[in-house]
């Protein structure tokens, strides 16, 4: 028995790495590579390659990631990537060709839930409150750590209401009361707006799937606006901080943060007019010096000195040209086809982290980010994978 915990332990280190460690460091996505190979070393020396041939063969998520991969690959060598999405990438695709999916059932998604969500709170009070860094002395970046966060209060909230267990409806409710104080800590107020649309997604799917219980719904909307009650301040804070930013705006004042955002996305069109089809890959930085020597962008905006276009879908388009963003929305909307095969559980799962990257894309580079890009690329791979044994699982 001891064996059979050790060996299932080692294959499913990286899930309890991205519960637990990816909250810790900046570089914790590199860490996870290691744990990955731990994970496809034991899976091999366990199962053969019965789970490869079985994966590679059914799983058409993994073909999608092999044609990105490839097309990364490709503008690696064309005009540079980011080294961080072809690791993050790659190490994604070995491990879900290897994996086991039986493994990560509803009991293993439970626990995960619980440790990740309480690890979070822990790492959002340590810093923000004891220490009182705030948002900026997070370890990770406080929006792709605040996204993670909203993938397990999505995580908390469909577990709960597919539970009928009242022990376990009770630890489900209270992760989804720890993740969202751990959001309104963060003060992230995209990924904050990202998990409350999710939810309301998700109820509307749970109707449809006629399985809502609606003492769990009436008792969380309860408790919710207690918490909301009981952390106003934070939120009042942030939305004062927001009025501010759009007043500037309206006085004609663009150094904000939300200004800076937008000269960057009107910026666009000049970014991308010499390299529509393959994009500019990770020459923006030069490209935006261009732009300024012949005062097309402003000083605030030459001094921020961007990386990114803080928009997913226009950073995508920039740098990775046309291909790259039909290829980037396919990633976006295939999950959640193929989740139709997979039940309501997992379909609901699945619908959950779309919606949540989707709209965090709107304001921020999740698949940017290592640690949110292999929170997306493995479970939504692994959530995909139980359709193969084409049976409902609810």
């Not at 731990?38 to 092999?66: A, D, V, Y």
């Not at 800076?260 to 935006?288: A, C, H, T």
């Not at 990386?307 to 290829?327: A, E, R, S």
């Amino acid at each position: 028995m001891f064996k059979k915990y050790l060996i299932n332990g080692l294959i499913l280190l990286p899930f309890i790495w991205l519960s637990t460690g990816i909250y810790l460091s900046n570089d914790s996505d590199k860490t996870m590579v290691i744990m990955i190979l731990i994970s496809i070393t034991t899976s091999l020396i366990t199962f053969g390659i019965k789970e490869i041939k079985k994966n590679i063969i059914n799983n058409r998520f993994i073909w999608l990631l092999l044609v990105i991969f490839s097309y990364m690959l490709f503008s690696y060598f064309y005009h540079g990537v980011s080294s961080r999405e072809i690791r993050a990438l790659i190490a994604s695709l070995l491990l879900l060709i290897t994996f086991p999916h039986q493994l990560l059932n509803k009991i293993t998604l439970s626990i995960l839930t619980v440790i990740g969500s309480i690890t979070g709170l822990i790492v959002v009070i340590y810093f923000s409150i004891i220490l009182n860094l705030g948002r900026n002395g997070f370890p990770v970046n406080a929006i792709p750590f605040s996204t993670i966060t909203a993938t397990y209060l999505i995580f908390s909230i469909v577990l709960l209401l597919h539970c009928n267990n009242l022990k376990t409806q009770i630890i489900m409710l209270l992760m989804v009361l720890i993740n969202i104080s751990s959001l309104i800590l963060s003060e992230t107020r995209g990924t904050l707006l990202a998990g409350f649309i999710a939810i309301i997604f998700i109820l509307l799917k749970t109707l449809h799937f006629n399985k809502i219980n609606l003492k769990i719904i009436a008792t969380s909307v309860v408790i919710i606006t207690g918490m909301f009650f009981i952390l106003k301040q934070p939120i009042e804070q942030r939305i004062e901080q927001t009025a501010i930013e759009y007043h500037k705006i309206e006085a004609g004042n663009l150094t904000s943060s939300i200004g800076l955002r937008f000269q960057l996305w009107d910026s666009v069109p000049m970014l991308m007019k010499d390299d529509i089809l393959l994009g500019v890959g990770n020459n923006i930085r030069s490209e935006i010096d261009n732009l300024y020597k012949k005062n097309d962008i402003s000083q605030s905006l030459y001094d921020l000195q961007p990386t990114h276009l803080h928009n997913q879908y226009l950073d995508k388009i920039v740098k990775n040209g046309v291909l790259g963003f039909i290829l980037f929305m396919f990633l976006l909307l295939l999950p959640f086809v193929l989740s139709k095969k997979t039940g309501a559980l997992y379909e609901q799962l699945t619908l959950g982290i779309i919606i949540i990257f989707s709209i965090a894309s709107l304001t921020d580079v999740p698949f940017n980010h290592g640690q949110t890009l292999f929170i997306y690329l493995l479970f939504i791979g692994i959530f995909n994978m139980f359709s193969l044994n084409n049976k409902k699982i609810k």
